[in-house]
């Protein structure tokens, strides 16, 4: 065990830094394992904090070689977190401190700070690494401008802002934008570009390159279009124009996440940049031109406008979520985006507030800073602000969003400045919608519903449940857009936003000709849990009839979440309401293929346990796997005209494209193919497998094979294509995982890591393999302990070289409390052996333990 707790820091104590910084200085000798860095800082005291404080910098694992401050040697040491001078040796005001440290990024497995990926040399910061690379007051609150100076062999040489100078063996750049030490990148390596231009608005001529390894060039077309299309829709819809000469992307082959927004040198998993339709899926596409648009979007909300301190994370990261939502509903499909953004919501935030780890928007205190990069500080909190401006409108959103460009450019900001735009821009009082930033746990609303002499009420009733250290909830502002439908499906009453803000609430429509079916939460209007009983008649009637395609879903959804509820409690089968319902919808050519392509997945395994959960049973993982597969079986068999006309008229004619129309169709393709699959034992699959001359045609149709026990020939044939790319053999490891037979599952997963290309310190080929245990729920739960054993023994194994990695790893056990005694017991029992480790894990199951 650790000697030391690590202690909480809490929101409550901030105090803005005692000095500030005007400019900073960085020089850097590259050697694998003795880079020397040389850092000039110059501090001032700050007039907003009180006098009299000591120069405290942060570091960590530096060789302190010399420090100076204002020309005199400094004799004080480092401690373990840093080095302090003491405020009665600091000369009065301006301070020149100067030191030289050595650091070995040839060694950090963390990938955190300066290390080092297949010979090239990259840095993260955000949110403490750079404390890693100098001494520093590493807080965001603390901007300035930086001069850096590299000296290398390598022939690429990068950092922030713009070109300075450069000779042989050497680059200087100059970031004149203050930024805070979280957004400082270095890369070196050689590296090859793909270049284009881009000439903003205000007449400034950018240079853009993607900065990839030799033989990667062909992969970067569609991430330079991404960026293209980004650049010119922050602008047209927000007003935001790029503010460098260049702007550089790095691929990186070892990176702990998805990318990272430093100031004009974006680094990016290599995962999110390349793709050629051969080795990417359409998802991989989509997922590329959400993230480069994340990361450009940064420049503004996060760069140019960042947080405080790290409670405030959401007002940077809720927000650019929300824009890169928003700009890929432009981009593609409005509707389908939100269902997908809601279906991640539900699966990985939802989860997050039922279980240990439950914190709000904004948390009150944290240990360690890395864990809060969460579902709750990204999507919930990008869902707060689609309620506000759904609340304020469109124009005002609009309004609020100006000002907050206005007035806080160049600052380090909080949610209370945020809110405060929307205050004056909408004129009206937020303060009790301020509480979804600081309420853990999803709101429940119940619905009960009145008919009487043509006049229909509506009452809601709204509770947040307990999480953990937060007992107490009190009332939200929940908009709940709603409409009601007649009985012919036509719409009685069109979208309105009702204001639910007290414990309960009524509303009444009168004078309707018959009772209405109400459509409500439309478009998912808040991120909520309501509870509408419905019969199935009803739901039929939406699936088929209502004017929110969100609640057209929805409806199925719900029409699917009971038949397999039914099924696992009561061995029932689906009944003719439902198939008959599929049936029509999946033929309905008026609807976007890809629309019908994800109302025919029926929820999945972690889905069903926590609605089962919910509904007060104790999810059962190899009764609801069960259940799963005679549904899909009875669903393929009864649609099984359908799904083949479906399946033979989605072609793509011509060049493959990623563009949203093509994809609907080829994931409508794939989805029939894959249901077919359960009614022709897979005949239709190996036919697309055989022929696809795509990705996701391709590893689609060998999902399908799989997922019914076949799949082994092809299996063997996809990795003799594929074994020399890398992101393609993740794809190879974890297919196979997610599709194991839950017995087998565990056992596979031990074999696979045994494989050569099991190189587990790679956090993409780790989370491929141990990771995709997590798509695999039953396998996971398997009641023989495996999973869970096998899991924990590589938790304890990667905590020692990747902290982040195996602290993300650790949340697959987060659902614990749902399950029956023994499995909780199996599950306790692995959560002790790794806290008696030397490397504590920051995984509790209860408040106490
Ligand atoms: N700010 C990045 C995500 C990110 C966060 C932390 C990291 O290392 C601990 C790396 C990246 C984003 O939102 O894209
Ligand atoms: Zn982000």
């Not at 040389?38 to 501090?43: D, E, G, M, Q, S």
């Not at 793909?194 to 970067?220: C, H, P, Q, Y």
């Not at 699966?347 to 904004?362: N, S």
């Amino acid at each position: 065990m650790r000697d030391t707790t690590p202690q909480p820091i809490h929101l409550a104590d901030y105090q803005p830094p005692p000095f500030l910084v005007d400019d900073v200085a960085l020089t850097f000798r590259l050697a694998p394992t003795a880079t020397r860095v040389i850092a000039k800082v110059r501090f001032r005291p700050n007039p907003d904090a009180s006098p009299g404080h000591d120069l405290r910098l942060d570091g960590e694992g530096l060789k302190l070689i010399s420090a100076h401050l204002n020309g005199a040697e400094i004799t004080a040491q480092p401690d373990e977190s840093g080095l302090t001078i003491p405020a009665q040796d600091l000369p009065e005001g301006a301070l020149d401190w100067q030191a030289e440290v050595e650091i070995a990024p040839d060694g950090n497995t963390a990938l955190e700070g300066l290390y080092m990926s297949r010979g090239m040399y990259c840095t993260q910061c955000e949110a403490e690494g750079f404390r890693k690379i100098t001494f520093y007051p590493d807080r965001p609150d603390v901007m300035a401008p930086f001069r850096v100076r590299i000296e290398s062999d390598l022939p690429v040489l990068l950092s922030n802002g713009n070109p300075a100078s450069s000779g042989q063996g050497w680059a200087e750049w100059h970031d004149p934008h203050p930024k805070p030490a979280y957004l400082f990148a270095l890369v070196a390596g050689d590296l090859v570009a793909a270049s284009d231009r881009f000439t903003t608005m205000e007449g400034r001529d950018v240079a853009l390159n993607i900065w990839v390894r030799k033989g990667d060039e062909d992969k970067t077309a569609y991430a330079m279009d991404a960026l293209k299309r980004s650049m010119v829709w922050d602008e047209q819809v927000y007003g935001r124009a790029y503010d460098l000469d260049v702007f550089n992307i790095v691929a990186v082959d070892d990176f702990n996440m998805g990318a990272m927004e430093n100031k004009g040198l974006n680094i990016f998993n290599s995962r999110y940049v390349l793709a050629s339709p051969q080795t990417a899926t359409d998802s991989d596409y989509a997922s590329i031109e959400r993230i480069i648009a994340h990361e450009y979007f940064h420049n503004w909300t996060g760069n140019r406008i960042t947080c405080r301190d790290w409670f405030q994370l959401s007002l940077k990261e809720g927000l650019t979520v929300y824009r890169d939502q928003q700009f890929m509903g432009d981009m593609r499909s409005h509707s389908v985006k939100r269902i997908e953004d809601v279906l991640t919501l539900r699966a990985r935030q939802f989860r997050e507030d039922d279980g240990p780890l439950a914190h709000p928007v904004r948390p009150e205190s944290y240990v360690e800073i890395n864990n809060f990069y969460t579902a709750t500080v990204y999507e919930k909190g990008a869902e707060l602000i689609r309620m506000l401006q759904l609340l304020v409108g469109q124009d005002r959103y609009k309004a609020a969003l100006d000002l907050y460009f206005a007035r806080h450019d160049g600052q380090a900001c909080t949610i209370e400045d945020w809110i405060a735009v929307f205050e004056e821009a909408a004129g009206r009082d937020l303060s009790q919608f301020k509480r979804w930033y600081g309420q853990a746990g999803t709101p429940r609303v119940d619905v009960s519903e009145d008919w009487q002499d043509g006049s229909y009420t509506l009452t809601l009733r709204q509770h947040t449940p307990d999480t953990p250290g937060q007992p107490l909830k009190e009332p939200l502002v929940i908009p709940v857009a709603m409409g009601l439908l007649g009985a012919d499906g036509a719409e009685m009453v069109p979208t309105t936003v009702l204001e639910l803000d007290s414990p309960e609430q009524s509303f009444t429509f009168p004078d309707l000709p018959a009772r209405p079916v109400a459509s409500l939460l439309r478009g998912f209007s808040a991120p909520v849990v309501l509870n509408h009983s419905l019969s199935s008649e009803d739901r039929a009637l939406m699936l088929a009839h209502d004017t929110d395609p969100f609640n057209r879903f929805e409806a199925g959804r719900a029409l699917a979440r009971d038949i397999l509820h039914a099924m696992v409690l009561e061995g029932a089968t689906p009944g003719p309401d439902y198939l008959n319902a599929l049936r029509t919808m999946v033929s309905d050519e008026a609807l976007d293929p890809a629309f019908r392509a994800l109302a025919l997945h029926i929820p999945g395994q972690d889905d069903l346990a926590s609605s089962l959960y919910a509904a007060g049973h104790v999810p059962d993982p190899d009764a609801i796997q069960a259940a799963r597969t005679t549904a899909l079986r009875l669903i393929a068999e009864a649609l099984r005209p359908q799904l083949q006309d479906v399946a033979n008229a989605m072609q793509t004619p011509g060049p493959y494209s990623p563009d949203a129309r093509d994809a609907g169709r080829r994931a409508l393709k794939v989805q029939a193919v894959s249901l077919l699959a359960r009614a022709d034992e897979g005949a239709k699959a190996a036919e697309l497998f055989a022929r696809a001359d795509n990705m996701t045609e391709q590893l689609g149709a060998w999902g399908a094979l799989l997922a019914i026990g076949k799949g082994q020939e092809e299996g063997a044939q996809f990795y003799r294509q594929w074994a020399q790319d890398r992101l393609v053999v993740d794809k190879w490891f974890s297919a196979q995982v997610m599709y194991a037979a839950p017995k087998a599952a565990a056992g596979l997963v031990q074999q696979l890591t045994q494989h050569p290309d099991f190189e587990w310190k790679n956090p993409n080929r780790f989370r491929s393999v141990i990771g995709a245990l997590g798509a695999n729920p039953a396998g996971f739960h398997a009641t023989d302990g495996a999973g869970y054993k096998l899991v924990a023994d590589w938790l304890i194994r990667l905590d020692g070289v990747n902290p982040q990695s195996a602290a993300r790893l650790s949340t697959l056990f987060e659902t614990w409390r749902r399950y029956d005694a023994s499995r909780q017991a199996l599950i306790r029992a692995e959560l002790q052996r790794i806290r008696s480790q030397d490397n504590l894990i920051p995984i509790s199951i209860d408040q106490n333990s």
